[in-house]
Structure formats: structure tokens, C-alpha cells
């Protein structure tokens, strides 16, 4: 089946998709650190953690959030530019 090259309006549609799709997974990012840092409080409430080792945990939390929302930013990026791509 021969398919027809997309027009620019239709890929400026599919990038707006897949920015969508990006910030959902942010904000999924995003609950998941939420949660982890509730279930560190938790921890330390119910007295099975340190206060040092709370933040130390928290840190890491933040690292792999960071990490992680760097990584859906290339990959946006990356995906903008093949779908802008004639």
C-alpha cells in the first residue's frame, strides 16, 4: 500500500501528541517520587529509619527522578526532531 508523505500540519500534530504523551510520563515520575518520599515519612515515623538516612534516600529519590525526566527529555527531543524530519 503506497502512503502519502505526512503534510507539516499533520507532523506539528503528532509532535503535540507525543509532547502530551511526555508530560504524562513526567507526572508519573512525579507520583512515584511522591509516594516514596510518603513512604520514607513512614519509615521514620514509625521509628524503622534515621532521620540521616531519610535524607540520604530523599537525595536519591531526587537523583533518579532528575535522571529519569532527563531521559524523557531526550528522548521527546529525539522523537520531535524524526517526526519534523521531510
Known amino acids: 500500500l503506497p502512503i502519502p508523505?505526512?503534510?507539516?500540519?499533520?507532523?506539528?500534530?503528532?509532535?503535540?501528541?507525543v509532547r502530551n504523551m511526555a508530560?504524562?510520563?513526567?507526572?508519573?515520575?512525579?507520583?512515584?517520587?511522591?509516594?516514596?518520599?510518603?513512604h520514607l515519612k513512614e519509615l521514620v515515623d514509625n521509628g524503622e529509619v534515621g532521620a540521616d538516612d531519610e535524607h540520604r534516600a530523599e537525595g536519591r529519590v531526587q537523583e533518579l527522578t532528575?535522571?529519569?525526566?532527563?531521559?524523557?527529555d531526550e528522548l521527546l527531543k529525539?522523537?520531535?526532531?524524526?517526526?519534523?524530519e521531510v
Request: charged share 50%; aromatic share 0%.
Open 5 to 17: 508523505q505526512l503534510t507539516e500540519e499533520r507532523r506539528k500534530e503528532l509532535v503535540k501528541v
Open 78 to 84: 529525539h522523537k520531535e526532531a524524526e517526526v519534523m
Open 66 to 72: 532528575d535522571e529519569h525526566t532527563k531521559q524523557i
Open 23 to 38: 508530560e504524562e510520563h513526567r507526572v508519573a515520575i512525579r507520583e512515584i517520587r511522591r509516594d516514596a518520599m510518603r
